[in-house]
T-cell receptor, first 115, second 112 residues
């Protein structure tokens, strides 16, 4: 595997289900991100982890729960979601949070549909 | 005023022409600027990053940054149908809050 991988690629869930999204980066990076992409809206940053520590929670509802067990893996646990949570969920990684450059690289995303 | 603004398009250019994509930003102390390409149904892919005033060239792509006027542009020379995608501009603020601020993107269509 190379780059940033995400599973599953597609997910359909009911509002009472619990599911998890998984992200793994093979770039040796130390920072990982969750973004939400909805139609007609800019990319919304949800969470940021740097060296496994959460550094940002962008006022995300508690029905989204992130977990970062190490610098290579990031999870997003989902429970009691709403239909408006249907979107493309993107994971990204970067070297860390310092420096001028710090380019972010994205995984393929998980297309989530909440019924 | 949006923090990062892009013309939503669609921008339509003939194959072989130069496509010019523009992005303006509101925070004067922004320090890093990125262009991503996103094909329909896919994730964003980094094309160019630029940090200093002036031009930066990579193959058919040229990024231009003018911090005084607070805009960054992306030129695509010899446009190909495979360049048809949405181009996202992202700007990193200076200071402790160093997250990326994203534009809505410009849709580009290159016609054969």
């Amino acid at each position: 595997e190379t780059g940033v991988t995400q599973t599953p690629r597609h997910l359909v869930m009911g509002m009472t289900n619990k599911k998890s999204l998984k992200c793994e980066q093979h770039l040796g990076h130390n920072a990982m991100y969750w973004y939400k992409q909805s139609a007609k809206k800019p990319l919304e940053l949800m969470f940021v982890y740097n060296f496994k520590e959460q550094t940002e929670n962008n006022s995300v509802p508690s029905r989204f729960s992130p977990e970062c067990p190490n610098s290579s893996h990031l999870f997003l646990h989902l429970h009691t979601l709403q239909p408006e949570d249907s979107a493309l969920y993107l994971c990204a990684s970067s070297q860390d949070l310092s420096g001028t450059y710090n380019e972010q690289f994205f995984g393929p995303g998980t297309r989530l549909t909440v019924l | 005023q949006k923090e990062v603004e892009q013309n939503s398009g669609p921008l339509s250019v003939p194959e072989g022409a130069i496509a010019s994509l523009n992005c303006t930003y509101s925070d004067r102390v922004s320090q890093s600027f990125f262009w991503y390409r996103q094909y329909s149904g896919k994730s964003p892919e980094l094309i160019m990053s630029i940090y200093s005033n002036g031009d930066k060239e990579d193959g058919r792509f040229t990024a231009q940054l003018n911090k005084a006027s607070q805009y960054v542009s992306l030129l695509i020379r010899d446009s190909q149908p495979s360049d048809s995608a949405t181009y996202l501009c992202a700007v990193r603020k200076a200071g402790n809050n160093r997250k990326l601020i994203w534009g809505l993107g410009t849709s580009l269509a290159v016609n054969p």
